[in-house]
């Protein structure tokens, strides 16, 4: 049986550990039948050790989105390697320590803008420097956190997220005649690098332990994976400026 990628090309950015939300879809890609090519920050090392994990050997391209330089030579880089793209995964997110934890009131906006330059601008970035690969059209996934909710202890990422999920319907709008979509996939807590990373996460992950409608499994990132599998393939092919909620179902329950 053919995979639902079988034949597309996708740059996957984010893949830093086994944890990566980016990890499990780059597996899930491979075998759904995708050609992958990834993205490393800040180190290709890491990345290539983690991508020896996966079913298929795949090339690993050095990526900071708030290099230029990086941005300018990737559509020569990832040419040579695959020719054409058909997806893309923003997988990526940031926000310096002073930004988290409690902060909010008190963050200066240097911290902020670079929480939004990582989190959010790059989304724009990432898929201009990837438009000459996508001349049949193609499909961008990005991955957010609710960004119509204030939550405890995510504080500066709040308002990155909210401007990445703007940026995302932006993008819609403007590359939707290249029949390019750009949709998110809005995920629950995991416990990923980017999550240890927020102190007090605990607390916030809580919250689906008492409201999620579907158990939630802060360990498992493959339902969030597969996710933005499902938006890379034809399988949504008038879906764009969308968000899709894999989050156990929680966005839907008041109290
Ligand atoms: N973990 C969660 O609870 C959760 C929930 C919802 C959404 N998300 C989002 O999912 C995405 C992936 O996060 P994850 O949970 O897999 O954690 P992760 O730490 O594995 O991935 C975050 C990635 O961002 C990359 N990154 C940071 N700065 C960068 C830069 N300047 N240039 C290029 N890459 C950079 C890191 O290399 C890393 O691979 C992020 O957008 C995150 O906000 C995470």
């Known amino acids: 049986m053919s995979g639902i990628l079988e034949g597309k090309r996708v740059l996957i950015?984010?893949?830093?550990t086994e944890a990566s939300i980016a990890f499990h879809t780059a597996k899930l890609a491979q075998e759904q039948g995708?050609?992958?090519?990834?993205?490393?920050?800040?180190?290709?090392?890491?990345?290539?050790?983690?991508?020896r994990k996966l079913p298929k050997p795949t090339k690993v391209i050095e990526l900071d989105v708030t290099n230029d330089e990086h941005l300018?030579?990737?559509?020569?880089?990832?040419?040579?390697?695959?020719?054409?793209?058909?997806?893309?995964?923003?997988s990526i997110g940031f926000a310096p320590q002073d930004a988290l934890g409690?902060?909010?009131?008190?963050?200066?906006?240097?911290?902020v803008a670079t929480a939004m330059h990582v989190s959010a601008y790059s989304l724009k970035s990432l898929t201009m420097a990837c438009l000459p690969l996508m001349q049949n059209g193609g499909s961008v996934v990005g991955?957010?956190?609710?960004?119509?909710?204030?939550?405890?202890?995510?504080?500066?990422?709040?308002?990155?997220?909210?401007?990445?999920?703007?940026?995302s319907r932006y993008m819609a709008r403007d590359l939707g005649k290249?029949?390019?979509?750009?949709?998110?996939?809005?995920?629950?807590p995991l416990g990923s690098m980017a999550a240890k990373s927020i102190p007090g996460f605990s607390e916030l992950a809580s919250?689906?332990?008492?409201?999620?409608?579907?158990?939630?499994?802060l360990k498992d990132p493959e339902p969030a994976g597969r996710g933005v599998v499902a938006l890379l393939s034809d399988w949504f092919p008038k879906t764009t400026g969308e968000i899709v909620h894999v989050d156990g179902g929680l966005h839907a329950i008041g109290a």
């Open 178 to 188: 290249q029949n390019i979509r750009c949709n998110l996939v809005s995920a629950g």
């Open 34 to 51: 995708a050609e992958v090519i990834l993205t490393a920050f800040p180190r290709p090392t890491l990345t290539e050790r983690i991508a």
């Open 13 to 16: 950015t984010g893949v830093l």
């Open 102 to 111: 409690g902060n909010f009131l008190n963050t200066p906006f240097e911290s």
């Open 72 to 90: 300018a030579r990737l559509a020569d880089v990832v040419g040579e390697e695959l020719g054409t793209l058909d997806g893309v995964v923003h």
């Open 143 to 167: 991955l957010t956190f609710d960004a119509q909710f204030a939550w405890p202890q995510y504080d500066w990422m709040g308002p990155a997220k909210a401007a990445l999920e703007a940026t």
């Open 207 to 217: 919250v689906w332990d008492d409201r999620s409608p579907l158990e939630w499994d």
